[in-house]
């Protein structure tokens, strides 16, 4: 059976500590209630803060909870409503596409699939829940390069790799791609990433009209694409799911 970490759950019982309380804590209450040496309790306070999980007060000197924490549990609330809220409309989207549904969210240098509906067949099928696209050649990553800034820096610092003949990869390239993206409302990938594969996706905002992510649907391009072009009527559809989640989460009419 594999051993814990020690300082991990060191790490861990402070932000505890941290949080069961309704004041700030100084370095000897903590060391004291952990029952760990002051200069073991300093240690691992001074990594939690460089890392923005703790923030000590200038006056005081004691500590409290950082915003990085929050952030990551409102990323973490912000994603299972997200997903709550799409579950209805996406199922709608993939009956009357005929097509695959992902919901994908920005996750480092790339989006995460947060929920996937299976194209309504008989076809062997994976699930994709959990995996992770490139920002810049799907139809997915595109949406949230063109909406969010956050991903948008994360697509452009990272390595673009090209994936077929059709991927885009120069920057100026990219960004007249993200220029089109915004203009239409929606992002498209026609054999950029998988060969023979097609998709469209567009943005999804919450009561801030902030984006939170992006739905869409993939399929094979002779069925996704007619005469070489996406269908319009998928468009039209993927367009209507993101409206209908966005207004669920609260952000109105665009």
């Known amino acids: 059976m594999a051993r814990n ?8 019982a402070m932000l505890r500590l941290l949080a069961g309380g309704e004041r700030r804590l100084g370095l000897s209450e903590i060391a004291s209630s952990l029952d760990l040496a002051k200069g073991t309790a300093h240690g691992i306070l001074r990594t939690l803060q460089a890392e923005g ?16 924490l929050l952030r990551l549990g409102n990323s973490y609330l912000d994603v299972h409503e997200l997903r709550a809220r799409a579950l209805v409309w996406t199922d709608d989207l993939a009956r009357s596409s005929g097509e ?15 929920h996937h509906v299976f194209r309504p067949d008989d076809s062997r099928q994976v699930l994709e829940v959990g995996a992770m696209q490139p920002l810049h050649s799907t ?23 090209t994936f077929t003949a059709h991927t885009v990869t120069d920057p100026d390239g990219f960004e007249g791609i993200l220029d089109l993206t915004r203009a239409r409302g929606y992002a498209a990938d026609v054999e950029e990433t998988w060969e023979g594969i097609a998709s469209v996706a567009a943005p999804i905002h919450d009561r801030r009209r902030m984006p939170v992510g992006a739905v869409g ?3 094979a391009v002779e069925r996704v694409c007619r005469d070489g072009e996406l269908r319009p009527e998928l468009i039209a559809a993927v367009r209507d799911c993101a409206r ?3 207004r669920d989460l609260g952000a109105g009419r665009f």
């Open 217 to 219: 649907v993939t399929g």
């Open 5 to 12: 970490i020690q300082s991990l759950e060191r790490a861990a």
């Open 139 to 161: 139809a997915l990553g595109k949406v949230l390069s063109a909406y969010d800034p956050v991903a948008h820096n994360e697509a452009v610092e990272a390595e673009r790799k």
């Open 100 to 114: 695959s549904v992902h919901l994908g969210v920005l996750h480092q240098q790339g989006v995460l699939i947060v």
């Open 53 to 68: 999980f703790v923030e000590q007060d200038s006056a005081s000197g004691r500590y409290q909870l950082g915003a990085e």
């Open 244 to 246: 209908a989640v966005s």
